[in-house]
């Protein structure tokens, strides 16, 4: 019933075992296959020898006293409440507070021991070089006189160095688990943050100086023509393949198409169009915005928490949703009169471009600078993602401290495009021949699988939930070139990342803080997206109906006989699996014990950006 077999159902009403076993009798070992004679002849030898070897057995006793079947619903009910304990620990692993996870650690911080072993062909070296940039994370810059929080670049690019007295400067990891444990997915890892005061007084005082490029304008084109038979759309602009090409020659002025190639500005009349009200907002200055999306109904907004009141007092949460999101909001009457639900400022996205709502989430992903014309920094969260530690504090971490602008954490698991491509086609992300396709045209322009000798890159695969970003030309060209990609091939921006990175990075002096994805785990909580979690509820609230008892005498017992009998043993069986197969299933009709079957708690899908993407 929950997977596991309870032995011969044969016991039942005290018959003997009829398959494949053996009876003692008058000092002799009689098959099973003689026990018609047996019972005609050696009446007495069973009734002597035979009940002193049943007396003995401890089980017999049981079975005498309160009959097999009984015995095999508290087996289940002991099998049921085990489970239930064990489940307890699994099915609620990503709701574990922040602090036990930070004391715990991780079991998928060191990426050799994902699922105990090398996950990818150079693992290992790659655990040596994490292991050795994680130790040395705070060697790109050093604290300057004075107040003591002010950070300046020294020595080489990567290398940087904390004084002895600042709060992080002795933290390290510690060391990764035993790899003989058992795999129970990717965990946050601590991080050492800085005060949110501190954190607040290592914002740069101006912005960070643009390698090579410093003036960024973008195609507009009221009636762009498709002239080439690739993808594409309207809202892009369908750029060439030349045009594609030039963009990545960077020069000190550049126009490229970056979206919203219509209208007057970005959000009127472009596609992907806000209210008047909302275009005024999205046009003030801010040094620090968090953004996010809901489209097409597909998550439940995530309340921040943990965010200091400075942080609530400067810095606003951006919520982007459709129109679809926005009726299903209103009717649950999450979403009023205001255009607030708790910490997000709500704004409605009219006239979206794509019919694909995860489509239509990479414009405020990666676009932000359209959007958001006068801000200085950025945080994008994607909309399954719950924000757990002060913008301030993750923004001093990953870009302040690492003197970096543009930071994304790496994938937990895969580093390499065409193994992240497989695993898409393999999870149904998208259409096999369309990620074929884009594949096969980076192999041209000269994508190569990822290997040691692209250190100090040490990955070619992001996980893109999270985009730490500070505005200026040379990122948002990045993320213009990303969107482009993301426009014209699938729309699975793990796979076009590293061809648009290393073309950059080709031209200019310009690098990405790929940070682990652990780091990422410890600021962020991920959450199922919508759909499996009203699957889980409707599971939980309106359990399989029961068989029905009625007409039967209680306490007692139909007697079966013969193939009636075994008959009806394998029809149970057979509902039994196929319960089973369902993750329910029901232990005994008159008891009406359910249980969860182990693997049903066990092999919940592992949440990540991808999976849940």
Known sequence: MTGGSLGPRTWNNGSLPNINCVIAGGGKLLHSKNLVNVRKNSTKVLSVSGVREKERSLPSVWCRCLGCRNISVLLLIAFALLVFVLGSFVVNKESISLNVDQQIGTLSMVLPYVNGAPSNPGASWIEKKDKQKDENYFVANILKGGDGNEFQTVGSKGESVLPSNHPCAKFTFPPPPPPTLRRIGPRPCPVCYLPVDQAMASMPSSPSASPVLHDL????????????????????????????????DIKESMTVHCGFVKGSKPG????????????????????????????????????????????????????????????????????????????????????????????????????????????????????????????????????????????????????????????????????????????????????????????????????????????????????????NEVDRFTSRDQLSFAIVRDKVMAKVDWNINMFLDCERRNFVIQAYHRDLLETFAAVTRHPPALPSIRGRTPGKRVTRRGRDRRSGSRRRRKNAADAIARGVTDADPQTHVLAVSLPTLLDLPEVDCLMMD
């Open 268 to 483: 009127q009349q472009t596609g992907f169009n806000f209210d008047e009200s909302d275009l005024t907002e999205l046009q003030q200055f801010h040094d620090i915005i968090v953004a996010s999306a809901i489209f097409g109904n597909y998550d439940v907004i995530q309340q921040p928490r943990n965010i200091s009141e400075e942080a609530k007092k400067n810095i606003p949460f951006y919520m982007f949703i459709d129109e679809e999101t926005e009726a299903y909001l209103r009717n649950k009457s999450i979403l009023e009169s205001g255009k607030r639900v708790g910490l997000w400022r709500i704004v409605v996205v009219h006239n979206v471009p794509y019919s694909d709502a995860r489509r239509n989430g990479k414009v405020p992903k990666l676009l932000l600078h359209r959007i958001f014309p006068n801000v200085r920094y950025s945080i994008w969260i994607d909309g399954k993602l719950q924000l757990v530690v002060d913008p301030y504090q993750i923004l001093e971490k990953f870009l302040w401290r690492q003197n970096a602008n543009f930071a994304i954490s790496r994938h937990y698991r895969r580093f390499d495009v065409f193994v992240e491509a497989e695993a898409n086609k393999a999870a149904g992300k998208y259409d096999n021949s369309s990620i074929d396709e884009q594949v096969d045209f980076y192999k041209i322009e000269g994508l190569t699988p990822y290997s040691e000798a692209k250190l100090p890159i040490t990955s070619d695969v992001p996980e893109g939930c999270v985009l730490i970003k500070e505005h200026i030309p040379i990122t948002n060209l990045f993320t213009c070139l990303w969107f």
């Open 217 to 248: 304008t973008y195609v507009h084109d009221e009636n762009p023509i498709k002239s080439e038979p690739h993808r594409g759309s309207d809202f892009g602009g369908y750029p060439s393949l030349k045009q594609r090409n030039d963009s990545f």
